[in-house]
């Protein structure tokens, strides 16, 4: 009797949720593995009805392990009901031990193979496993009762980094599944690698079940890393349904690189079934080169009648799979018949007969389906065939064999290692290892018309460990067409810099970035440009940074002067008028010589602007701050003489008592007091800290030139120091404000002054959030704002007086401060029209 275990499901639904412990729901059929346990069933039939084992019959018994570790260690328990028997025994005698199975094929995955291997291995029971390939399998001192008939990992492995040599790869991702068969082949290609110079890009594990409940999650992460690494070539040691939902993301994510698979899925019928997978890009990868098994395939084309009403449960639910008529498939149908050039198999559809739903009695005969998945068909007849020649050596001598008698596992085990036996005329044997070296075939799929056609384009002799490619019949499926380039070891240009990756073979290159350079290849770091000089990101070489400050030709700098000059303008044609004038009542209503004063200081300050424009320098700096603050203080006393005259006028006008001459010979020492304050805070400004000029190279490309003003609190004194001049004249005016209704000059004061604090006001949050080349036009604009609010309310309505009363008869040489009183006493006594026209103020 021989036993089988083979993953004919792919997976257990109820794993974490049976009922009992034995109790597992296995869902979805893979037609390839149920091949794979006809091939079994079909050689042993081919045996026993030749004179292999004259007299003998092999039995078999099979299993499914539905692709899970667990479910096959349930399955090998059950195959030696004997060696249970005898655990449970309170009579063992150290007896050996005979089962009825004498041998195991299977497992298929390795990781399955592991699991029932400690326990065959536990009472040397023969196994035999047609696909699982992990190095670890070949540890005589854990798996002693192990065999193969394919070569380890090391050889697929070994080929596959030839395979990236041949083609001048040095920078290759690697994904795994997530057991003892990825983990090895990743330790196998990690020795591998770095003893001939190849850099792994990345290297990430899947799970090894298409059924696992994190999988989406884990094959998202996975590929993220595919899309982001530079590698263009990837490595892949997983199974086929784990793959076709790793590829189905990849689709999704439209993901396209060059694939290099491993014997596990290169052959899938599942991952070729994957919808659009030709997007994916190049695919290609080692399979066994497997030899013919005669008159299999007319067995396969017929496979249900069985003798003596056997029946065979895989086979009944493949009927059903495989001709069965679903609603989904039925939709397929009717779409094909709607002659849509849209329509797709669904996943689960993929492994329909095209007689699905055609009518109720569907012919089973020449079914051809089970044709299309025997690449390990092959590998299990060979397994077969050389446990039957190992019996024959044992039971069988000249010509005849002893049905009765009893043979050991042990000495079946060290029959298979010893013996050479031969299939289909060409002969094998068990290495040292428990192995049969067979070669490798490479296989390129080729992609027409969503369909995909595995060619062979290659071999490698695991033997003599060479590799040969035609490549001309290979197919890249890129844009370009070609073999991609996938070289971690590229040379950097200049501009760029080699960034060491943990293995010491690998660089990345990165771009120099912003203010630094490198002016050669492969540099290995990038020098910082000098603080005058400047480079983009990835540059190979500095560049002169341009001098950027508020420049005369600059659009905002000719329109802020512009306006200056206008002012400046109008006030030297006030002051001419006002000369012409001198002697009028108007003129002298408006301050007298203090009004040639208050327009000189306005014609310094715009002419201040202009040391806010061009490229400053220190002395530059030094003036332009002290050489505005002063001549608008001067401006502001002047007016605040004005307010305290007009006030001390409406004063004595009210109350009938003469002006004494005490404010008209004092004020010019108010106002040489007062602005001599703010001189002294300037000087005081100037010889602490004073300001100059600075350059502020943060700005790629440009060295920004502007003032610093060396202390801010001095910068702040004096315009605080201005304002609250400021604020006393609209104080004084406001107290004035019920003057005569034809005598404006208080609301004009009160005016202007309010003009003046909320202008510098909001000067203030402006100037300290502003940067770079315009912070110099704040200030400006604060200036101009200042200045034509003075030349507004106080000099151009005295323009228009004098302007509409050319005739007025010049006044006597009375002081103001009596020409004031006279005026004001007059409008409130007598309450009539003056000839002197109204102020538009």
Known sequence: ?????????????????????????????????????????????????????????????????????????????????????????????????????????????????????????????????????????????????????????????????????????????????????????????????????????????????????????????????????????????????????????????????????????????????????????????????????????????????????????????????????????????????SNSTSCSVPLLEVDKSPLACKGEDVPLQNDDFFLHDLDIAYSTALAVTAIAQALRNIVCRNGTCDKELQVSPRKLLAELKKNKFTYNGESFNFNSSGEILRNYNLHNWHFTNNFVKKVTVGQYDTVHQIIKINQSLLVWNNVNSSIPFSNCTKTCKPGYFKKHSFISCCYDCIACANNTYSPMPDMTECYRCPDNQWASNGSSKCENKTFRYLEWDDPFAITLLTFASFGIVVLLLIGILFVKNSNTSTVKAAGGNYAYLLMASLLFSSASILLFLGKPNDLICQIRQPLYGISFTVTVNCILIKSILILIAFESARKGKRIGNFTRQRSVIVVAVLTGVQIVICVVWLIMKSPSSVTDNTIPQFIIVNCDEGSYIAFG??????????????????????????????????????????????????????????????????????????????????????LSKPTDIATTRSSTIQFFTAKIRNFSITRYNSTVPKSPC
């Open 717 to 802: 004194i004096i315009l605080g120091y201005t304002g609250l001049l400021a604020l006393t004249c609209f104080l004084l005016a406001y107290k004035g404000r019920k003057l005569p209704e034809k005598y404006n000059e208080a609301r004009c004061i009160t005016f202007s002054m309010l003009v003046y604090m909320f202008v510098w006001i909001l000067f203030i949050p402006v100037y300290k959030n502003s940067r770079g080349v315009y912070l110099p036009a704040v200030q400006i604009v604060a200036i101009l704002a200042s200045v034509y609010g003075v030349i507004g309310c106080h000099l151009l309505p005295a323009c228009y007086v004098i």
């Open 1 to 337: 009797m021989l036993g089988g275990i083979f993953p004919i499901h792919e997976g257990v639904s109820n794993l974490l949720n049976r009922t009992y412990v034995d109790e597992f729901t296995c869902t979805g059929l893979q037609v390839r593995m149920l091949a794979n346990a006809l091939s079994m069933i079909y050689t042993i039939e081919q045996i026993n009805n030749s004179t292999l084992l004259q007299g003998i019959k092999l039995g078999y018994e099979i299993y499914d392990s539905c692709s899970n570790a667990l479910k096959a260690v349930q399955a090998t328990l059950r195959l030696l009901p004997e060696i249970l028997a005898i655990n449970n025994s309170s009579q063992c005698n150290g007896t050996e031990v005979i089962p009825s199975v004498k041998a195991v094929i299977g497992e298929v995955f390795s990781e399955n193979s592991i699991a029932i291997g400690r326990i065959l291995s536990s009472y040397f029971i023969p196994q035999i496993s047609g696909a699982s390939s992990a190095d670890i399998l070949g540890s005589e001192e854990r798996y002693a009762s192990f065999m193969r008939t394919i070569p380890r990992d090391y050889y697929q492995t070994k080929a596959i980094m030839d395979l990236i040599k041949t083609f001048g790869w040095n920078w290759i991702g690697i994904i795994i599944s997530d057991d003892e068969y990825g983990h090895s082949a990743l330790d196998l290609l990690g020795s591998l690698f770095k003893n001939n110079g190849i850099c792994t890009a990345f290297s990430r594990t899947i799970p090894s079940s298409a059924t696992h409940r994190s999988l989406q999650n884990r094959l998202n992460n996975v590929i993220s890393d595919v899309k982001t690494s530079t590698a263009e070539v990837v490595i892949s040691f997983a199974n086929g349904p784990v793959m076709a939902e790793l590829f189905k993301e990849v689709i999704r994510q439209n993901v396209s690189k060059t694939w290099i698979a491993s014997e596990g899925w290169i052959d899938s019928n599942i991952v070729a079934s994957v919808e659009d997978i030709q997007k994916v890009g190049t695919i290609f990868g080692f399979g066994f080169a497997n030899g013919l098994i005669p008159g299999i395939e007319d067995y396969l084309k017929n496979p249900f009648p069985f003798n003596d009403g056997a029946t065979n449960e895989f086979l009944d639910e493949y009927k059903k799979v495989h001709f069965g008529c679903t609603e989904e498939y039925r939709a397929y149908l009717n779409c094909l018949n």
